[in-house]
């Protein structure tokens, strides 16, 4: 096979911080290359080279032989670099032929030459079985469709050299087997795909190579046949990781249920009379695609939406006053899917995220509601240290904390109210191993401690192992809870693409 | 070809934070001495009578600090507001209605002893200027209506009010004609702080309520919601911060502040209302918050600094035939260059040059 791309020496630093140092690799052509590490480990500041965002302090890439221009995206694209983000950047308004072509156009433009593009869109979404209707408004599709609108447009463009950065942090089983099919299509026909993830089955299952990172230092490269699976996590995070383990605790009682609970509202997705009950030391597992009302749900258990019909019982007392801090007060914990825009303020420093759910202790603030800086600094400083957060100084803007330890930082200023109730929603997505396994601890013990918990999750291996029942959710119902022991990955695969509802 | 690009600080330097807004100052000075030259005049001796005209005397210094004292109120009420993202452009109308409401209340309808009637001015033009507030942020709470647009639209319509009540209802009858409102009563005047110039009580008390806000904004619980829900307003709520409270008391603090700055132009500056009681010093307050970047002890000197602009530059165009309207344009040009000022402090800024290959 001819190379097609070759990484050589690249180091990027940030201040004094190395983000990429020293790394060299290549690419082939029509072979699939992972790159995995931890969050933080360079993956992105090294894709963000390859496509024109990063100039690097040192180093070259050459592209089919000619040296790439650095900090130049349209160069890159030019050259037949596209890359599909993890957010995708499509305009909802717009029809899916005309996100398509929008980019290859100048604004200046004045015409579309829609007619031609059409051909070719269709052209292409036959050769790589990437199916779409070219006229539906992009606000009306799935997820998955509008990944695949990112696909195409980068093929529109005549790419040869495809980056996804995690495209199946939203899938379900069977769209991301579809997604695989996909990229073993455009391998045949002589595409070259560079794949970053976290989830190691699904690496083994489509790379061809894989290559690791670690604080920015290439740490490992092996061909996908001959790596084994825990040594390439091992490689990842730099040590052995201990592996949450789960010890089943005997139910007690009740602690909250839905009774026919609906909420349809245009905003956000609808809700259809979920029911719903919830047991002191139980861990139930909601499993769906994105966008299938878990959000909502969460929103509703967590007293940020009120239904519109039905009931939310707490604690088995009568009706209950709907609002975050009434529910917070009865013992609701609630971990939002969004950990950045929901859940920190990332221009605050730590301490002052850390004392957040506590404004109305008088042990942080007096009866005039004065803060007390001392008390409020101790927390923090015990909670960083209990739940490991990793921090130079309590002092420091929140933002600049990893994704792993903004979410034990938030996991743990609820867990130190010792709650009832934890509703945690996608709680791991987007964290590297290391970081899944203290979250997944983190659960268990909160468990062991009597909280019941209601988990989430878009991944299926989390769920399996964490919960003791499963239901799924699909267009805004809930079916019955299964328990974990008896179903599989494949039953919950077809009932979240709607097998049975 | 020169390239560059912005970097983020992980922590700005306190000194650039301190000299940064400086030097912006100088930089307008600058660009608006360019402007007095087209204008046919010299630029050194221009700002040498714009200093002299703001500072130069006992009478013209009370006169800068008087000046002062409704822009730092409004400055405050700008600042207090957008610390939580809630952007009430209608300080010129809360000024106007805590104006009202001390002709209303001032002019001998309560009578009480001056210690305690000057107290009960400030809360009734304070109460006046929340309650201006207070159905544009229930429309916003409950109906996203932009406040934008409410508050900015809502001081046309206050002025309006005014007219009309100056022209009719509320019309002083020794007033000789003249569209002003009745005297207040000596018992409601703020008494001078310096003698034969008309530089009254409100000054102080604007000063002191400066750093009151600074206080409850930096040590107390209420100030840390605003700035939480002013930063990022979805996670404060998730941690269990009421959004709809904090909202509220903003507003009601904004507003008040900016009523209070009424009451001390009708009870302390001129003893009556006119229909020119404000020369927009509700706009000028986002100016001087934006200069002090929303620091209610910064209002203090930015609010003095823009005063000294104002009242220099009526002495500048007496003295060397240049037009007022540089005042605007100098308090505009530092309005921008410190906001561009801002930029330096919070990003590097790293150059680097490019080799063409071809």
């Excluded at chain 2, 600080?9 to 100052?25: E, Q, T």
């Excluded at chain 2, 009430?88 to 309808?109: M, S, V």
């Excluded at chain 2, 201006?132 to 229930?138: E, G, Q, S």
């Amino acid at each position: 096979m001819t190379r097609l791309l070759k990484v050589e020496k690249i180091t990027k630093k940030f201040g004094n911080f190395y983000a990429n140092n020293d790394i060299s690799f290549e690419v082939k052509k029509g072979e699939v290359l992972a790159v995995l590490g931890e969050n933080g480990a360079g993956k992105t500041t090294l894709m963000n080279i390859l496509f024109g965002h990063y100039t690097p302090d040192a180093g070259s890439v050459q592209f089919e032989g000619k040296a790439i221009e650095f900090g130049n995206t349209n160069n890159a694209i030019k050259l037949g670099i596209g890359m599909v983000h993890q957010h995708f950047t499509l305009a909802e308004n717009l029809t899916v032929l005309e996100n398509i072509i929008i980019g290859s156009r100048s604004i200046f433009s004045l015409s579309l030459p829609k007619r031609q593009a059409r051909i070719k869109i269709l052209e292409l979404s036959k050769k790589f079985g990437l199916l779409i209707d070219p006229d539906e408004l992009v606000a009306n599709l799935s997820v998955s469709e509008k990944q695949r609108i990112e696909i195409l447009k980068t093929l529109f463009l005549d790419c040869k050299l495809l980056i996804l950065d995690e495209p199946t942090a939203a899938l379900t089983p069977q769209e991301t087997d579809a997604l695989f099919a996909t990229i073993r299509n455009m391998i045949k026909s002589g595409l070259s795909v560079i794949l970053i993830s976290h989830k190691l089955n699904e690496i083994l299952a489509v790379s061809d190579r894989i290559i690791v990172l670690r604080n920015g230092s290439s740490v490992g490269e092996t061909d996908t046949n001959s790596a084994v699976r825990e040594k390439i996590a091992e490689m990842i995070v730099g040590k052995k990781i201990d592996y949450p383990k789960k010890t089943k605790i005997p139910r007690k009682s009740r602690v909250l249920s839905l009774l026919d609970v609906s909420y349809s509202e245009t905003d956000v997705p609808s809700l259809n009379a979920v029911n719903l009950n919830l047991y002191g030391g139980q861990i139930l597992g909601i499993a769906g695609v994105a966008g299938n009302g878990q959000t909502t749900l969460a929103k509703i258990l967590s007293g940020h939406l009120k239904p519109t019909q039905g009931k939310i019982v707490i604690n088995e007392a009568g009706s209950v006053y709907i609002s975050p801090k009434s529910f917070m007060n009865l013992g609701v914990a609630y971990i939002p899917e969004d950990r950045n825009s929901d859940g920190i303020v990332g221009d605050m420093e730590i301490w002052e995220n850390a004392i957040m759910t506590e404004m109305d202790n008088l042990c942080f603030r007096n009866r005039l509601g004065i803060i007390n800086k001392r008390t409020s600094f101790d927390r923090s400083k015990d909670l960083c240290a209990a739940y490991d957060v990793r921090m130079q100084s309590i002092r420091q803007r929140s933002r600049l904390l990893s994704g792993g330890n903004v979410q034990k930082l938030l996991l743990g200023r609820w867990l130190m109210r010792k709650p009832k109730i934890i509703i945690a929603c996608q709680p791991t997505r987007g964290l590297d191993e290391g970081a899944i396994a203290s979250i997944q601890k983190l659960l268990l013990e909160a468990q062991q401690n009597g909280s019941a918990i209601i988990l989430i999750s878009e991944d299926l291996d989390e769920l399996l192992s964490l919960s003791d029942d499963i239901t799924v959710m699909y267009k805004g119902m809930l079916s019955d809870p299964i328990e974990t022991t008896t179903t599989n990955k494949l039953t919950i695969g077809l009932q979240m693409a709607g097998d049975g509802f | 070809m020169l390239k560059f690009r912005l970097e983020e600080r992980a922590k700005s330097p306190y000194w650039l934070i301190i000299v940064s807004p400086f030097i912006a100052i100088i930089v307008a000075i600058i660009l608006a001495g360019i402007l007095i030259i087209l204008a046919g005049a010299n630029p050194f001796n221009s700002y040498y009578h714009l200093i002299i005209g703001a500072f130069g005397s006992k009478n013209s210094v009370a006169e800068t600090l008087a000046r002062a004292t409704p822009i730092i109120l409004t400055g405050l009420a700008a600042s207090i507001a957008f610390r939580a993202k809630f952007w009430n452009i209608g300080a010129e109308g809360q000024l106007y209605f805590g104006a009202l409401a001390t002709t209303f209340f001032g002019t001998g309808l309560v009578v009480l002893p001056s210690t305690l009637m000057i107290p009960f001015l400030f809360i009734m033009g304070a109460l006046a200027g929340g309650l201006l507030l207070l159905p544009l942020v229930l429309l916003k709470l409950y109906y996203k209506v932009d406040e934008v647009v409410t508050t900015l639209l809502l001081n046309f319509v206050v002025v309006l009010l005014v007219s009309y009540l100056l022209e009719g209802p509320w019309k002083d009858p020794m007033s000789l004609g003249w569209p002003q409102g009745k005297s207040v009563i000596d018992e409601g005047v703020l008494p001078q702080v310096l003698s034969k110039t008309r530089l009254h009580l409100g000054f102080i008390i604007s000063i002191f309520l400066a750093f009151s806000i600074w206080f409850v904004l930096k040590k107390t619980v209420i100030g840390y919601r605003i700035k939480s829900v002013g930063l990022n307003s979805a996670a404060a709520s998730h941690a269990g911060i009421p959004i709809f409270k904090t909202v509220l008391v903003v507003a009601i603090l904004s507003g008040g502040m900016a009523g209070m700055a009424g009451v001390t132009e009708t009870a302390g500056l001129k003893g009556y209302l006119t229909l020119d009681l404000s020369p927009g010093f509700g706009y000028a307050g986002i100016a001087v918050a934006m200069l002090a970047n929303l620091n209610p002890i910064g209002v203090i000197f930015s609010g003095i600094f823009l005063a000294s602009i104002y009242v220099g530059a009526d002495s500048m165009s007496r003295a060397m035939n240049v037009p007022t309207y540089l005042a605007d344009v100098i308090v505009a040009l530092t309005v921008l260059c410190v906001l561009l000022s801002l930029i330096f402090v919070h990003y590097k800024i790293l150059f680097f040059g490019t080799k063409k290959d071809d």
